[in-house]
């Protein structure tokens, strides 16, 4: 069974950087598009970021573009999410999802990791 490995959250004060990366444990997985999500307690987990699989199309929600950075190295099996000028309000369980479809964005999300935790202090 392929698993999904999040990491590189920690604590940051506002207007700090992180990268949050997520390892694909075996690299045969062949998913057509990957996405950030993210969580803060007692909310709903909301769509932050997706690409598809060659990364052509990428795709942010508002709350985070112009901030976030969205990558992937393919013969790592890896996804990034550069998260730069942090606010306190993205604090939240970070996870990575795989797609299996791309209409308008990122679809059909069937695997699921961890989660990685963000806490951006004011």
């Known amino acids: 069974q392929v698993q999904l490995v999040e990491s590189g959250g920690g604590t940051v004060q506002a207007g700090g950087s992180l990268r949050l990366s997520c390892v694909a444990s075996?690299?045969?997985?062949?998913?057509?598009?990957m996405g950030w999500f993210r969580q803060a307690p007692g909310k709903e987990r909301d769509w932050v970021a997706s690409i598809d699989r060659v990364g052509v199309k990428i795709q942010y929600a508002d709350s985070v573009k112009g901030r976030f950075t969205i990558s992937q190295d393919n013969a790592k099996n890896t996804l990034y999410l550069q998260m730069n000028t942090l606010k306190p309000e993205d604090t939240a369980m970070y996870y990575c999802?795989?797609?299996?479809?791309?209409?308008?964005?990122?679809?059909?999300?069937?695997?699921w990791g961890q989660g990685t935790q963000v806490i951006v202090s004011s």
């Open positions: 999802a795989a797609g299996r479809r791309w209409v308008t964005g990122c679809d059909e999300y069937e695997l």
């Open positions: 075996e690299s045969t997985y062949s998913r057509y598009c």
